[in-house]
């Protein structure tokens, strides 16, 4: 279901082959989150960073005129899963852990916001999206975990898409 909000999904990998740094910076510049300074501050000082050191995609949903209305970032981690942890046997072993060191490999959505004044629900657009860019990388390497990063008082909010 796509919300009302017109936008494109802009690689900033792709962002930066065309436009300078500094003209990225300026548009990051005027992203507002307020409900979350974390993800204001990751945009305006990490982003680049992250993704010129390959540890990290980002994801842009840009206006017509430019502007984020939000934005998600993507990547692979080791997580690890103790054997004694609350998880089913076969829980486990869907996980794909490695017996010997508990790591399982786990695509991460790392961070997933909308911009101050954007619509209601646009997040849900949002993860829509990182989630259709996870299951086109799953289709073409595999990995059957996705992690979620968030601040504790959302996690209710994400166990609605299945997240444990």
Do not use: W
């Not at 390959?54 to 103790?82: H, K, Q, W």
């Not at 990388?137 to 595999?142: L, R, S, V």
């Amino acid at each position: 279901m796509r919300s009302d909000v017109d936008y494109r999904l802009a690689s900033l990998r792709q962002l930066l082959s065309i436009y300078s740094e500094d003209e990225i910076n300026e548009v990051f510049s005027r992203f507002r989150c307020s409900r979350d300074l974390d993800l204001e501050e990751f945009l305006h000082q990490r982003a680049i960073s992250y993704e010129k050191r390959d540890l990290a995609r980002v994801y842009l949903a840009l206006t017509p005129d430019n502007e984020i209305v939000g934005y998600f970032s993507l990547s692979m981690r080791c997580g690890i899963v103790p054997k004694d942890s609350r998880i089913s046997k076969s829980m486990y072993k869907h996980l794909n852990v490695q017996s010997e060191t508990d790591v399982a490999q786990m695509y991460l959505i790392g961070q997933l916001g909308r911009a101050d004044g954007s619509e209601n629900g646009f997040g849900r657009q949002l993860m829509a999206d990182a989630m259709g860019l996870i299951r086109e990388a799953n289709a073409i390497i595999g990995c059957p975990v996705v992690r979620i990063d968030c601040k504790p008082e959302l996690m209710e909010y994400y166990t609605g898409y299945g997240f444990q």
